[in-house]
């Protein structure tokens, strides 16, 4: 069976915090490449981890690169200004991702790149890049591979990724909460449209080999952030254990958590998997790491 290979360039939400207290773990925010079978190269999320993956390019070769953003807050896209791919003519990149209500998804990346902000437009770069606008509930084949969208619950139109190949599968949830009733008035019709969006988070992961997922809050700190898009570790250990996932990364790590905090928690959730029985890997993302699925 073909194996995927994942490496792993950015770990951060919100804001990049590279420093001796993250450097084990990494301080760069969201990016994953991932290799197929086929050796087709897809990139999830340009964050700042994707200048350092352009930096591991050859240049000096043409690249045929797809990018798939999961939604445009900056922690997922501020890399982007800075991929040296971008700059040279003959590499090919179509950036694949969700628009939103007011903007195309061509709009928003061209966005940041005004000459306000930046001193080079989208306009003039000289690779050839191309934008393909995906929505819930799409599947469709890429270089060998069958890739899924699942819209996730956060405040600006946010996708997950499912990638399967030969009986191997990778989910990618970036930012994402569960559904809750926020009326809290335990309204039987809601709470069923409520489970019913839970349910298909749950059947988009289901069986895969490797799930990365936003577990930025520990259970604790929830209550306060209750509504900001996040989900705690222990969300997403219960959707994995639901969705029988076989290995689950902690991702999109808080700013404000150190390296020793990660250990423990990491350490946390495994003892609790073997006291239970249950065969559930779990580990936390880290800056570097290269994966075999």
């Given amino acids: 069976m073909s194996r995927f290979r994942l490496k792993i360039w950015g770990v951060r939400g919100s804001i990049p915090v590279p420093g001796p207290y993250t450097v084990r773990y990494g301080g760069n925010t969201s990016c ?20 350092n993956l352009g930096l591991s390019l050859d240049l000096s070769k ?4 797809s990018l798939f953003i999961s939604h445009p807050h900056w922690d997922h896209i501020n890399g982007l200004p800075f991929f040296p791919a971008l700059f040279i003519p003959g590499n090919d990149i179509t950036i694949y991702g969700p628009r939103t ?8 990346l061209n966005g940041q790149m005004q000459y306000t902000y930046f001193p080079i437009r989208m306009a003039e770069l000289r690779a050839n890049i191309k934008y393909v606008e995906l929505v819930d509930g799409q599947t469709f084949n890429l270089g ?5 969208t699942r819209k996730l619950n956060h405040p600006v139109n946010c996708l997950g990724y499912r990638v399967e190949q030969e009986g191997r599968i990778f989910v990618y949830l970036a930012d994402n909460e569960p559904y809750y009733n926020i009326y809290k008035d335990s309204d039987p019709d809601v709470e069923s449209v409520i489970q019913g969006m839970n349910r298909a988070v749950i059947d988009f992961v289901r069986g895969s080999d490797l799930l990365v997922a936003d577990s930025q809050y520990i259970p604790s700190e929830y209550e306060a952030k209750r509504g900001w898009g996040h989900s705690t570790t222990h969300h997403v250990v219960n959707l994995a254990l639901k969705g029988t996932v076989k290995k689950v990364l902690f991702f999109h790590h808080e700013p404000l958590r150190n390296d020793d905090d990660m250990d423990k928690i990491i350490s946390h959730y495994r003892q609790r998997m073997k006291a239970k029985g249950l065969s559930l890997m779990i580990d936390g993302a880290r800056e570097g790491e290269i994966i075999e699925i």
């Fill in 32 to 51: 994953l490449e991932l290799f197929t079978a086929g050796d087709e190269r897809i990139i999830f999320d340009a964050g700042s981890g994707l200048r």
């Fill in 62 to 65: 043409p690249h045929r690169i």
């Fill in 101 to 108: 209500h007011e903007l195309s998804l061509e709009d928003i």
């Fill in 144 to 148: 060998g591979v069958t890739i899924s």
